[in-house]
């Protein structure tokens, strides 16, 4: 799965790669926040907390306004400050910033994956979910020459408990 942030099109392109098709799924960057006045330091940071929903799931955030970048990790974002943490109100799922470093720094990759002929078909979120999640139960194993049936098992065995695969649950 590859997140991409498309501000030119104020959306989010959540992307599946599988069995030669390229499917993505469409959703606007705008989250619906609810800015609380709670404030606490997380990470040694002096944050603020946040609430939205996304996915089905009800979310905290805690913002930084001494990093004055309106991002976060995985789709979260939009926030007057970086997002350093963010939990489900189920405590399933929490991020949270562990190191940040600022400085210049220069990367160097493929951005074939980026350009539009490459996402081929839009799909729905409740297709997008039903996609994800026999992902996560017929992983394969790609990489790797001549493996074993217990190579094999072993990775779907370990499929089967990531949980990052699929946090959305509608």
Not at 70 to 87: C, D, M, W
Not at 129 to 147: D, H, P, R, W, Y
Request: glycine letters at 6%; aromatic letters at 10%.
């Amino acid at each position: 799965i590859r997140v991409l942030r498309v501000i030119e099109i104020d959306s989010l392109i959540i992307m599946l790669d599988g069995a030669g098709l390229r499917r993505y799924l469409k959703e606007s960057l705008r989250f619906p926040w609810n800015i609380q006045t709670e404030q606490d330091t997380v990470p040694g940071m002096n944050c603020q907390k946040a609430t939205t929903t996304y996915g089905g799931r009800h979310y905290t955030a805690w913002f930084t306004t001494e990093v004055p970048l309106s991002e976060g990790a995985y789709v979260f974002h939009g926030l007057p400050g970086l997002i350093v943490k963010v939990v489900d109100d189920q405590n399933w799922y929490e991020i949270t910033l562990t190191d940040l470093k600022l400085q210049p720094i220069r990367r160097h990759f493929k951005t074939d994956f980026i350009t539009k002929p490459y996402w081929q078909k839009p799909i729905s979120r409740a297709e997008f979910v039903k996609e994800s999640t026999k992902m996560k139960e017929n992983a394969k194993l790609v990489g790797i020459l001549n493996a074993t049936p217990e190579m094999k098992l072993k990775h779907h065995e370990k499929s089967k408990k990531r949980f990052d695969l699929i946090i959305e649950q509608n």
